[in-house]
């Protein structure tokens, strides 16, 4: 159940044909569950506000919803990971997330929105919280940063996919506040990627780990509470700044399609984050790409509030980076100690953690932006706490060294 932790280089060895397909299919699965059923929302968050909801109190609730849909399906994934093989998970997660998609696009108000963003973050966690551990699994210990930043790319390919899509449908839709028709592609996408999954993914049962594992196998891993710690305040941070991101820049004047575009880039540089972040902590280390990942994740809200097109194109570029490398580098750590069911019990309790934290965001800034006019107040929130995740990831790097 356990390995030692390495700081070998990814080895120049081909990968065989099971692995690639596996790293691919959960590639797909994580941009279907995260970067369509999740991190959809707040691009068409404006429409839906202005179509639905009439409130950015109500726009954040609904955050929240997912986000607390996220949480009750970690915890739920964080159990049956001791007795259920990966693989499995990620198939009820992506059934849950085609469903929730297919929900989101004929939701007639905010209640039957709710349910749908609710079972969205389910599947959500469903696949996300098994999924890096397969990755890891699946190409050996030498290369396990960058098999985890590949999978999470799919995050970032779900956001890039999202921006261009949206003003695709837009344009063709000859409207500027069409949201329905792409919700609806999507969860055709999430079909063809679960049956995807279910006929060609084959992967042999984790023997090692056949029995029951204890959630408490999280605290075998090295600096166990600042992990805890950097993830918690990780999730506070991204949540307070990344959910109004695109209603910040149409409050100060930004057109959907320009806002659509920023959103893109913040899944670009998300994609690549997550490559990037993966490959150079297996060379380098993982804290020491956390601490680069906050670093960045500091700088993005107060480059957003300046309101220069320069700066905030440079917000998305260091954002996009920091919100898939700096998780890679986290999981990083656990996979460099346990695997398997292991690996899914203890990132289980870590993503639940990070899933508390981040309920705690939408509603805060929803609130505070209905009462001043202004996000001005939850981006500099996320800054300083991102300064927080910093001087934790410190600690950790020089207790690990």
């Known amino acids: ?168 449908v837009r344009w063709l839709a000859d409207d500027e506040e069409a949201w329905r028709p792409v919700y609806l592609i999507q969860a055709v996408v999430a079909l063809a990627v679960l049956l995807g999954v279910l006929t060609i993914v084959r992967l042999p049962p984790t023997g090692t780990n056949a029995a029951r594992v204890q959630l408490s196998v999280l605290r075998s891993v090295p600096g166990w509470r600042l992990l805890v710690a950097a993830f918690a305040i990780f999730g506070v941070s991204y949540s ?8 910040q820049l149409r409050e100060t004047g930004w057109s959907a399609s320009a806002s659509a575009y920023i959103f893109t880039i913040v899944g670009i540089n998300s994609a690549a984050g997550g490559i990037a972040f993966g490959r150079l902590s297996d060379r380098y280390g993982r804290p020491r790409m956390m601490v680069a990942g906050f670093l960045l994740l500091a700088a993005s809200p107060l480059l957003t509030l300046s309101g220069h097109p320069a700066l905030v194109v440079a917000a998305a570029f260091s954002f996009g980076l920091c919100v898939a490398g700096t998780p890679t580098a986290i999981a990083g750590i656990v996979a460099d100690n346990l695997e398997g069911r292991a690996f899914g019990a203890a990132f289980g309790l870590l993503t639940l953690v990070f899933g508390l934290a981040q309920v705690l965001g939408p509603p805060f800034a929803g609130v505070v932006a209905e009462s001043t006019g202004s996000f001005a107040i939850p981006f500099l929130m996320a800054s300083v706490t991102a ?13 690990t060294n």
């Open 387 to 399: 300064l927080a995740g910093a001087g934790c990831a410190i600690a950790l790097w020089r207790r």
């Open 240 to 247: 307070l700044y990344f959910y109004f991101l695109v209603a």
């Open 1 to 168: 159940m356990m390995r030692r932790a390495t700081n070998l280089r990814p080895s120049t060895a081909g990968l065989g044909g099971r692995a690639i397909a596996s790293l691919v299919f959960v590639t797909a699965a994580s941009m279907v569950a995260q970067g369509f059923g999740r991190f959809t929302y707040p691009v068409l968050l404006d429409a839906i506000n202005d179509d639905v909801l009439q409130s950015y109190t109500r726009a954040g609730l609904l955050g929240t919803t997912s986000l607390v849909a996220y949480l009750a399906g970690t915890a739920a994934v964080s159990v049956a990971s001791t007795r259920v093989e990966p693989i499995s998970l990620v198939k009820w997660g992506l059934t849950l997330s085609a469903l929730g998609l297919g929900l989101l696009a004929v939701a007639p108000g905010f209640a039957m929105l709710a349910v749908a963003l609710f079972i969205a973050g389910l599947g959500g966690a469903g696949v996300w919280v098994p999924a890096p551990g397969i990755a890891a699994t699946a190409v050996g210990p030498e290369r396990s940063g960058l098999a985890i930043g590949l999978v999470g790319s799919g995050i970032g390919l779900g956001i890039v996919v999202a921006g261009p899509l949206t003003n695709l």
